[in-house]
């Protein structure tokens, strides 16, 4: 890999920060990542970034769990070991749904809730023992960081990024 | 973009002029101080309660649950009615970070941290009574449907006790999930201001890396709201399902429709009420009255007689509805509440549910600090009896008059319950000296709009920020895997001062440096060349900083590391508040 230069503009207000996106875009730079101490909405917009789809995913987790629902109770219920309780056996399903109903919701949102928190877990990276990797420990606090990549546009970058209200800039240089 | 904009009209929830790094150290402050002689007291307190509870509880299961003051007729009464309480109290903490959520109310973000927090903790209480109740807890697993070596002997689904294990153990993981995403972002940043390496270690476990790209904000800002949207029918059907025990039953007074919203209303409201019990005594004890405001207790207050009005409307309307209803048995059942041997507890339900929380209509009342706290007591007293009222006399005279009895509890009924009321606090208390209580990194997003600071300067006329065109410029060289960070063009000092806050002389007033130990008279002189003054200054230090500062004043490389400078500082700090 060719030696990389990369800048860290760091803000520290989310309306500079919002401008500077806006502006950096519009100069047709591309960047890598904003870190944030916390959301900023219209961030994602603005940088470009696609929407999300982990809420489809949890639609598609929560009609897993009734899925399953339904037919972990129709076997234990109907078809292993029927009973006759006061009466009113339980020989068809759908007689004996209604009583279901509870359960079927219970576990449509147990599916629908871990497995998207995993889902979101995993695409993010966010585990136990896993190491951070925001570049400088004031982004979780007060600060945002914009990373834009240079290719040997450095002064250039360097002067629009000030121009934009960064308050520091760093230059990582990556030399092999 | 988002606009900061919120009508002058709405008043501000987090008071003081408080900045973003501001939020940061507040909430960090009762977690990087020490705990103060009233922590330790109270802390012991709750733990002797707690060991008292563990002691009735082995001695329960080791003898049997005869040591229990039921009976033949009243075979249900204080475990049950602890049960329902405790999970009454849970839902609080859903329905303030759920609903709420979905409501886009801002003022739940100062105080859902804590609410979910007791949520998780009361339902841990509530779990554990029907545990104990099963007589050999070792066997709870028996309650899941697993496969087994009885025969196909399955769990039997038309039960609504089976259902009611499906709902809490739902109800907790998907809370304690919900909660625990919430809580990344502010682990993030207390691993980040860490100090000293344990803790730097263990918040950066605890975190799972957060690292905040846009990306994950993204992200996260979607799994809160369809976490919320899964919460807010979850949380509803926790407490309906909790009164379908009771109501899918043939006992008079219990086999009544009106029970699951009647349920669910009781659950906010005593829910409610133990949030304003115990945020009242921590925005005291934690400083946390900029952000924990009295507003935030009015609106407490409000939900607080709103619920409490629709609990008193069933009340009425069970009354209403069995005498309607025609049949003698459910008529007597209302009858005996009200006048039989238990009308004292009856009259106890009815003047704390009912009647205290109307006293909220006025507006001197519920901003009162003292009154709030009060009533938020009596409440949870009044819902307590408002169960064993429905549990116990429903039970006491049955449908056999020769079978008629009354309960009393024994000591270890008592000594149970005292114990999940000490483990309850022990985990609270443990939890408001270790997690960030308050959800800073949702506070700072709407620091602008709802912020005093802020506030103040768009009724000024001002602009909310500056664009200052004047950066610093700095570079580092990374060569291959090792990092060697020189920081050069820039001023030094400049960029020391950056990190570290500057100090205004006009304003602040100079610390005495030499009370931490490593900083002599000439140290003190030569920082405050570079114009560090204050312990703020130097409890902002970290690696970097030192490195920074040994390489400008040449001496005692190292020396500001070893003595930990900046721990010290802010135990000084801690100290002077």
């Known amino acids: ?176 | 973009m988002a606009s900061h904009y919120e009508a002058p009209i709405r008043k501000p929830l987090v008071l003081g002029d408080k900045g973003y790094h501001d939020v940061s150290v507040d909430i960090a402050a009762p977690i990087e101080g020490r705990a103060n002689r009233l922590w330790w007291i109270v802390f012991s307190i709750a733990l002797a309660a707690f060991l008292w509870g563990v002691g009735a509880i082995i001695y329960t299961i080791s003898t049997g649950i005869g040591v229990w003051g039921l009976n033949k007729t009243v075979n249900w009464a204080w475990d049950i009615t602890n049960f329902v309480w405790w999970v009454g109290i849970g839902h609080a903490g859903t329905l303030i970070s759920a609903v709420l959520l979905l409501f886009r109310q801002k003022w739940r973000m100062a105080i859902n941290r804590s609410a979910e927090a007791m949520t998780i903790f009361s339902v841990i209480q509530a779990a554990l009574f029907p545990v104990i109740h099963m007589g050999r807890p070792w066997l709870a697993y028996w309650v899941v449907p697993i496969p087994n070596q009885f025969g196909s002997l399955w769990v039997n689904f038309n039960s609504p006790l089976l259902w009611d294990v499906f709902a809490i153990s739902t109800y907790l993981s998907v809370s304690l999930v919900f909660w625990w995403t919430g809580l990344l972002p502010d682990f993030g940043m207390l691993r980040d201001r860490a100090v000293k390496p344990f803790q730097k270690k263990i918040y950066g476990l605890v975190s799972f890396g957060w690292t905040g790209r846009a990306k994950d904000w993204q992200r996260f800002e979607e799994v809160s709201l369809v976490l919320a949207g899964l919460a807010t029918p979850l949380v509803l059907s926790v407490h309906t399902i909790v009164s379908f025990d009771f109501a899918t039953s043939v006992i008079p007074g219990w086999h009544t429709t009106i029970f699951p919203p009647y349920f669910v209303a009781g659950a906010i409201f005593s829910g409610f009420a133990m949030v304003q019990t115990l945020l009242i005594i921590m925005r005291k004890v934690s400083h946390l009255e900029d952000y924990i405001t009295v507003q935030h207790i009015e609106l407490m207050n409000i939900v607080i007689m709103i619920t409490g009005s629709i609990v008193g409307c069933a009340y009425i309307t069970e009354l209403f509805m069995a005498w309607y209803s025609g049949v003698e048995y459910e008529q007597y059942a209302f009858l005996n509440r009200a006048t039989g041997p238990y009308w004292w507890a009856y009259l106890l339900m009815m003047s704390c549910n009912v009647l205290s929380p109307q006293i909220m209509w006025f507006k001197k009342i519920r901003t009162s600090i003292v009154i709030s706290f009060i009533i938020s007591i009596v409440v949870n007293v009044g819902m307590w009896f408002e169960r064993f009222v429905i549990i116990v006399t429903s039970l006491h005279r049955d449908y056999l008059p020769s079978s008629w009895t009354m309960f009393s509890p024994t000591f270890v009924d008592i000594g149970i319950f005292i114990g999940t009321i000490g483990f309850f606090f022990v985990l609270f208390l443990l939890y408001s000296r270790t997690f960030p209580v308050i959800a800073q990194a949702e506070v700072k997003s709407i620091l602008k709009s709802s912020g005093a600071r802020y506030k103040a300067l768009r009724d000024a006329g001002k602009p909310l920020y500056t664009i200052s065109k004047n950066g610093i410029v700095r570079e580092t060289i990374v060569n291959n895997n090792q990092e060697a960070v020189v920081p050069s063009e820039s001023n030094q000092e400049e960029s020391l001062l950056n990190a570290l806050g500057s100090f205004d002389a006009g304003t602040q007033d100079p610390d005495d440096l030499k009370k931490v130990k490593g900083i002599g008279p000439l140290m003190e002189k030569t920082l405050n060349k570079l114009g560090i003054f204050s312990f703020l200054q130097v409890s902002k230090m970290t690696q970097k900083e030192y490195d920074l500062l040994d390489s400008l004043t040449g001496t005692f490389p190292g020396r500001a590391q070893r003595d930990d400078w900046a721990g010290q500082a802010r135990m000084f700090l801690n100290n002077d508040k």
């Open chain 1, 1 to 176: 890999m060719a030696a990389t230069t990369v800048i860290h503009a760091y803000y520290d207000d989310d309306d500079v920060l919002m401008h500077a996106v806006k502006k950096v875009k519009a100069e047709k730079h591309h960047i890598e990542e904003v870190y944030c101490p916390f959301p900023v909405h219209g961030l994602d917009k603005a940088m470009g970034l696609a929407p999300t789809r982990i809420a489809i995913t949890s639609f598609m987790y929560g009609c897993l769990g009734l899925i399953v629902s339904i037919v972990m109770m129709k076997y234990i219920m109907i078809d292993d070991w029927p009973m006759d309780i006061g009466g009113k056996p339980s020989f068809t399903y759908i007689e004996n749904m209604p009583a279901f109903v509870p359960i079927m919701f219970e576990l449509t949102v147990f599916f629908a809730a871990h497995l998207m928190v995993i889902t979101f877990y995993l695409r993010s990276r966010l585990w136990p023992f896993k190491k951070a990797e925001n570049p400088d420990v004031r982004t979780t606090d007060a600060h945002f960081i914009m990373e834009i990549e240079v290719h040997n546009n450095e002064s250039a970058l360097k002067d629009l990024l000030l121009d934009t209200g960064a308050v520091e800039l760093n230059i990582i240089k990556n030399s092999h």
